[in-house]
């Protein structure tokens, strides 16, 4: 994904009201961005780091700008804008790059399905039949370890139980990790965290769910999936 313009380096001062930070511009001064991520965004940002954000250009929004990257507390970057992450699949399947998903002639995004009333992220239709793509975006790491969710997340638990019943009638299912953080080396559920989560991704991988994690390189000018990663079930 180009990102023209590129995006602006500034330094995180503060995230507050889980939906607005403050950062302090090149010139020195603070200007309050939007920021787009509904997680608690755990072990992904730290006060007084470099961030970068981009600018929407429309001098009619309230907050103009959007935080895109942040710096961890071990200095990786983590991509918090969870918008990015359906449009970073969807390039990266286009592009070749995610082998697993090739050989669909159609791609439709925000698709109605399922008995609990969902929409699919990306549903892939072809000669070999349909793909239901769900697509989470991972950014907590402990060490090396990317861990999904970073707050309890009943809707995520949802998308699993509507990926098992597709699987279990034979439509092929994918859970799609899109992990925006340079850290991280492997992806697993965060059980200490959601264990309901947890048990319901145990759940969907045994009745035919598939997992793909593919990881992001993160740059002013360009955030790209390019590095297939690990998914490790429970118990590995």
């Given at each position: 994904?180009?990102?023209?313009?590129?995006?602006?380096?500034?330094?995180l001062?503060?995230?507050?009201?889980?939906?607005?930070?403050?950062?302090?511009?090149?010139?020195?001064?603070?200007?309050?961005i939007?920021?787009?991520?509904?997680?608690?965004?755990?072990?992904?940002?730290q006060?007084n780091?470099?961030?970068?954000?981009?600018?929407s250009?429309?001098?009619?929004?309230?907050y103009?700008?959007?935080l895109?990257i942040?710096t961890?507390?071990?200095?990786?970057?983590?991509?918090?804008?969870t918008g990015?992450?359906?449009?970073?699949?969807?390039?990266?399947?286009?592009?070749g790059?995610?082998?697993?998903?090739?050989?669909?002639?159609?791609?439709?995004r925000?698709v109605?399905y399922?008995e609990?009333?969902?929409?699919?992220?990306?549903?892939?239709?072809?000669e070999?039949?349909?793909?239901?793509v769900?697509?989470?975006?991972?950014?907590?790491?402990?060490?090396?370890?990317?861990?999904?969710?970073?707050?309890?997340?009943?809707?995520g638990?949802?998308?699993l139980?509507?990926?098992?019943?597709?699987?279990?009638?034979?439509?092929?299912?994918?859970?799609?990790y899109?992990?925006?953080?340079?850290?991280?080396?492997?992806?697993?559920?965060?059980?200490?965290?959601?264990?309901?989560?947890?048990?319901?991704?145990?759940?969907?991988?045994?009745?035919?769910?598939?997992v793909?994690?593919?990881?992001?390189?993160?740059?002013?000018?360009?955030?790209?999936?390019?590095?297939?990663?690990?998914f490790?079930?429970?118990?590995?």
């Amino acid at each position: 994904m180009k990102l023209d313009p590129p995006l602006t380096r500034g330094k995180l001062l503060h995230r507050y009201k889980r939906f607005l930070a403050d950062v302090e511009t090149s010139s020195g001064e603070i200007i309050t961005i939007h920021c787009p991520n509904t997680g608690s965004m755990k072990n992904c940002w730290q006060e007084n780091t470099p961030c970068w954000y981009s600018d929407s250009g429309n001098p009619k929004r309230k907050y103009r700008h959007t935080l895109e990257i942040t710096t961890t507390p071990e200095g990786a970057l983590a991509g918090v804008n969870t918008g990015r992450a359906n449009h970073l699949v969807e390039e990266a399947i286009h592009s070749g790059v995610v082998k697993e998903l090739q050989g669909y002639s159609q791609l439709r995004r925000e698709v109605k399905y399922g008995e609990e009333n969902s929409r699919i992220d990306l549903l892939l239709s072809g000669e070999r039949g349909d793909c239901y793509v769900e697509v989470k975006n991972v950014t907590l790491a402990e060490g090396a370890r990317g861990l999904f969710p970073d707050a309890v997340s009943a809707r995520g638990s949802k998308h699993l139980r509507e990926l098992r019943t597709l699987a279990r009638s034979g439509t092929r299912a994918v859970l799609f990790y899109c992990v925006q953080h340079s850290a991280i080396e492997t992806v697993e559920a965060a059980v200490e965290i959601d264990p309901a989560y947890a048990a319901a991704l145990e759940e969907a991988v045994a009745a035919g769910v598939e997992v793909i994690a593919y990881r992001a390189t993160l740059g002013p000018g360009e955030i790209a999936l390019d590095t297939p990663i690990p998914f490790l079930a429970l118990g590995r």
